[in-house]
Each structure stands twice: as structure tokens, then as C-alpha cells.
């Protein structure tokens, strides 16, 4: 009966047991794993969609004559706008740290863009503030 019961829990299982981790183990795996890499973050199809889309509303609006973009002028314009991202989530880290919070909120990364000097319009496109005086 009991050899019956063993072979029953043994068929019941769907595979290896995946391994449980405490919490953060994994996140600073992915850290490590990102942080010795030289590779774009970003995928490189969907940054060059929305890079033409952005030049297509550009040229309906305020009729630039940019037709196509070479892929190294892509590869600088995602170099960049990556480099903004990190920067940004690396001083929502800072400021999410010295409120003393462990986890990070939307008003720290409106805190950040306020800090950077970019505002954000009602749209969600950036701009570099202009300063005041």
C-alpha cells in the first residue's frame, strides 16, 4: 500500500521542482548579469518603430524633410535614450533610499525628472525645461 501511495506522489509531479529563492536573490542575479554586459537594454525593432513614428508625426507637424534614418544615427538616438533611463532610475534609486522606502514610487521618478531639469508635457514628450530668472 505504501510503495502504491510513493509511485502515485511521484507520478502527480509535473517535472523538476523549480529552485525557491529568498526574496531579492534573483533580482540581484539579473543586476549582476545586466551590469557586466555591454549589450542595449532596449530591443532594437521596437526602438526603430517608434523612433520613424516619432519622425513621421514630426514631419506631419512641422513638415522637417528627414525621410530615413541611417541605422548608426538608430543605434546613437538608443545609445542615448537608454543612458537618460538609467540615469533616471538610478536617482529614483537614491531618492527612493533617502526617504527611507524600499520600494520605489511614481513620485520618485517625477522627483528625478524635476532634478535632471526635463519637464514632462501633457502628452508624456520631454522637453529640457527652460531656466528661470
Given at each position: 500500500m505504501e510503495l502504491a501511495k510513493k509511485a502515485a506522489r511521484i507520478l502527480d509531479r509535473k517535472?523538476?521542482?523549480?529552485?525557491?529563492?529568498?526574496?531579492?536573490?534573483?533580482a540581484l542575479r539579473e543586476i549582476r548579469k545586466y551590469q557586466g554586459s555591454t549589450k542595449l537594454l532596449l530591443k532594437k525593432t521596437p526602438f526603430t518603430k517608434s523612433v520613424k513614428n516619432v519622425f513621421k508625426v514630426l514631419?506631419?507637424?512641422?513638415g522637417t524633410s528627414v525621410t530615413e534614418l541611417r541605422e548608426k544615427a538608430v543605434e546613437a538616438l538608443q545609445e542615448a535614450a537608454e543612458d537618460l533611463m538609467l540615469g533616471l532610475f538610478m536617482d529614483m534609486v537614491l531618492l527612493?533610499?533617502?526617504?527611507?522606502?524600499?520600494t520605489v514610487q511614481l513620485k520618485n521618478l517625477n522627483l528625478a525628472v524635476r532634478?535632471?531639469?526635463?519637464?514632462?508635457?501633457?502628452?508624456g514628450h520631454w522637453k529640457k525645461s527652460r531656466p528661470r530668472g
Open positions: 517535472g523538476p521542482r523549480s529552485a525557491v529563492y529568498r526574496p531579492g536573490n534573483r514631419r506631419a507637424e512641422e527612493m533610499e533617502h526617504a527611507n522606502r524600499k532634478v535632471h531639469g526635463y519637464h514632462r508635457g501633457v502628452l
